[in-house]
């Protein structure tokens, strides 16, 4: 499996019997075949990460004195972080973000909706399938301007809700963090669907019914036999579908723009806030850090927790 | 052997094609740019435009100026390069523009309030020695001057318009109400009480509109915030001292003025006024409308309502009036008001400097900044200008021009920016209810404590 495809074609052709050499010289070619894209990711992939490292710890700002000179300044980005009560806030709101958006509401409904369509009618399937992958395909700033558009001041919601004689409701104003939630599991339901289906799919029927015939209810069936044969699944999943939502921007920035307040300023729109309308990118690049650090944290969690080898 | 040759060929190959790659990459770059390298004939000039905003400077550019500088330099080639994004982007947009040389371009409109801060940055030329040799500076207001000088005394920009603030006010609404038309308000407690009696009067119209939330950015800091504080006793900073004043009875007062008007329901609904449109929907539906008693401003509002404006309104000038904004208690010298306003400024990477300056000061002669005026709505940084009989016929511009006499600028400080967004998010957290005016005022002074240092407050 772990075959370096780099150098087996070379054996493969050679043979063992070839000089040193000859073996050299094919190793050297690789490497020059390949310095195009390794100098490209070089430049392009690990230059930058490298310099968000040491931004984060300097002070450069977009515009005024210290984007002349910007200087060293240690940990004081980080410092000040920890004594913002806004990083704070947006902390607890990516958290509660994640948690309603990404681990309950696409992880578990994705999986109930591929639970549901297994096995039913192709057509049904096909039909349904559709309807939901349609959420996925839309980009996210479309999906943010439908979910404007249905959940404004005088949008669709209110219009039916008047139509049944309820007053309008400022919806993205009252239940600001509720309504990106819902836009955001609308948006991203279809990816863990997907996943999921493919995953149960996999799953030999003759295991299921043979622990029917043991006499597993329909309930331990799923929990006993279906779900550890699919562990895999569910946290690669997990860490996709928290990695992505981890980054959602687009969607908060078009609909609430983070407000009203802080009710929706999760650490993304935060550094936004940071690096681009206070100017300051070296505590904007602090803060991704730590979303990243977040990210990186979050998934060995799930591995170690499920117990899963990657 | 064939072999290897083929791999020599194929490894020359890759490294060609990824060399052309990366310089055709870099061609394209400076194609798109707004760089003119080497052509001493072409400028590019940079502003903001889109939905409506910077109408008439785009039209007075592309009809009255660039025929008629064509004219006077018949090689010259004006390219527009303007940005559509909204205020706060705009600032960000230039300033990374600014700093390469790929994409500066020759002329930038800037925000005064952002001339220090870009030229802290060493974005900005200075102009000191090109406006030495040149009498036309001498026409312009001295205030409006102090405005485009940054922090080390240098002067980097060219006003072509300036702007002052004040209360809108619906003279059948205030009629309807038995409240006093023209209206003179004395004191803060004077508009209090116009508005409660709004309110009581007229239960469907929205007393007092002010701009309060984060979403309408520099437009909450200047037109409610700062309209405030400048008639206290307390600036937003101590000139004198270089420091921020980050406690002060003016602050709290002005925290409490906003809790009021959003505590006593004086101010309209929070979804409305929290959004990043609440402003236009304001001035293009709601105040044509007679729904909004008082409203605090700037003139340019008044520019809406013109015949080529986005809500044409003929009666406009008949049924709103414009009064000055009092001090707080009515403390000399009575009235105040804040401005701003816009200025040509040439990039230090522009290539094409002293052409720049040719135009800009085309453009800045009395005929031309006057056509601009005509179109634009804004006041005048000229005095002569101001005194020109068809611009004092613009509706509400004689009352506008004299609110100039109390006004005050923003500080010219670089850490301007991050403070007025400390300022527009405490104010939203007061109108929220979030915070009471003492812990805002707590707020911000930990806030601008933390954002412009610890060695740079102070408390009063």
């Known amino acids: 499996m772990d075959a370096n495809p780099v150098i087996s074609p070379s054996t493969a052709v050679d043979g063992g019997s070839s000089s040193r050499k000859r073996q050299n010289r094919t190793v050297w070619a690789s490497i020059l075949f390949l310095l195009p894209a390794w100098l490209l990711l070089l430049v392009f992939f690990i230059g930058p990460i490298l310099l968000t490292f040491y931004f984060a710890f300097t002070n450069l700002s977009l515009t005024g004195s210290e984007a002349q000179a910007t200087q060293f300044i240690g940990f004081s980005n980080f410092m000040n972080m920890f004594q913002d009560p806004n990083f704070r806030i947006s902390v607890m709101k990516t958290v509660i973000y994640l948690l309603f958006s990404a681990i309950i509401g696409q992880q578990v409904l994705g999986f109930i909706l591929a639970l549901l369509m297994k096995e039913k009618n192709p057509a049904f399937r096909r039909v349904i399938g559709i309807i939901i992958i349609a959420g996925w395909v839309t980009p996210e700033i479309v999906v943010a301007f439908c979910w404007v558009a249905f959940l404004n001041d005088s949008g669709t919601l209110n219009a039916l809700l008047q139509q049944v004689g309820f007053k309008p409701i400022a919806w993205l104003f009252t239940f600001p963090m509720a309504s990106v939630i819902i836009a955001n599991i609308w948006h991203g339901t279809a990816f863990s669907m997907l996943v999921f289906q493919a995953a149960l799919d996999d799953v030999p029927k003759s295991i299921e019914e043979a622990a029917v015939v043991d006499g597993a209810s329909r309930f331990q069936v799923l929990y006993k036999i279906v779900l550890p044969m699919i562990k895999g699944s569910v946290v690669t999943n997990m860490i996709l579908v928290t990695l992505q939502t981890l980054g959602v921007f687009t969607l908060i920035y078009a609909m609430t723009g983070g407000g009203p307040g802080t009710a929706t300023q999760t650490l993304p729109i935060f550094m936004y806030n940071q690096a681009f309308v206070n100017y300051q990118l070296g505590y904007g690049t602090a803060i991704s850090l730590i979303l990243l650090l977040i990210g990186v944290i979050v998934s060995v969690l799930y591995l170690k927790s499920m117990k899963v080898k990657v | ?460």
């Not at chain 2, 001295?142 to 980097?156: L, R």
């Open chain 2, 1 to 460: 052997m064939k072999v290897k040759n083929y791999k020599k060929l194929a490894a020359v190959s890759v490294i060609a094609g990824s060399v052309l790659f990366s310089s055709a990459c870099s061609d394209s770059d400076s194609a798109s740019g707004n760089k003119t390298a080497g052509d001493k004939n072409t400028i590019s000039i940079t502003f903001r435009d889109g939905g409506g905003t910077n109408k008439g400077l785009t039209q007075w550019l592309n009809n009255d100026i660039i025929p008629a500088f064509k004219k006077e330099h018949p090689k010259a080639n004006i390219k527009l390069s303007p940005i559509s994004a909204s205020e706060g982007d705009y600032f960000a947009k230039v300033a990374l523009m600014l700093k390469s040389n790929q994409s500066a371009p020759d002329i930038v409109t800037e925000d005064t309030f952002m001339v220090n801060s870009d030229a802290s940055a060493g974005y900005l030329e200075p102009l000191d020695k090109r406006i030495d040799g040149w009498d036309e500076w001498d026409h312009y207001i001295d205030n409006v001057k102090n405005g485009v000088k940054a922090q080390d005394g240098k002067t980097y920009g060219v006003p072509f318009n300036t702007d002052s603030r004040g209360l809108w006010y619906n003279k059948d609404v205030f009629k309807k109400a038995g409240l006093p038309v023209p209206w003179e308000p004395k004191s803060w407690d004077d508009i209090l009480t116009a508005a409660r009696t709004i309110k009581k009067k007229s239960p469907d119209v929205i007393p007092m509109w002010m701009n309060s939330g984060k979403a309408t950015g520099e437009a909450t800091s200047m037109q409610t915030f700062e309209m405030l504080l400048y008639g206290t006793e307390d600036p937003l900073y101590d000139k004198d001292k270089q420091k921020w004043i980050v406690n002060s009875p003016g602050l709290l007062d002005t925290y409490t003025f906003i809790d009021t008007i959003y505590k006593e329901k004086l101010g309209p609904n929070l979804s409305q006024v929290l959004n990043g449109q609440g402003g236009t929907i304001a001035y293009t539906q709601l105040m044509p409308k007679g729904k909004i008693g008082i409203g605090l401003d700037g003139i340019w509002q008044a520019g809406n309502y013109r015949k080529d404006g986005p809500a044409p309104w003929p009666e406009a000038f008949d049924t709103l009036g414009y009064a000055a904004m009092p001090t707080q208690k009515g403390q000399a010298p009575g009235t105040t008001s804040m401005s701003g306003g816009w200025a040509f400024s040439i990039p230090k990477k522009s290539d094409n400097k002293d052409l720049s300056w040719e135009f800009i000061k085309f453009v800045s002669t009395k005929e031309n900044n006057l056509k601009l005026l005509l179109k634009e709505n804004n006041l005048s940084p000229r005095e002569d200008v101001s005194k020109e009989k068809e611009y004092l016929d613009l509706p509400m511009f004689k009352e506008g021009s004299e609110f100039l006499k109390n006004t005050h600028f923003r500080p010219s400080v670089d850490k301007y920016p991050s403070v007025s967004t400390v300022i527009q998010s405490t104010v939203e957290d007061v109108v929220t209810d979030k915070l009471s005016p003492k812990q805002a005022v707590e707020n911000y002074k930990k806030n601008v404590t933390r954002v412009v240092g610890k060695d740079k407050v102070i408390e009063r």
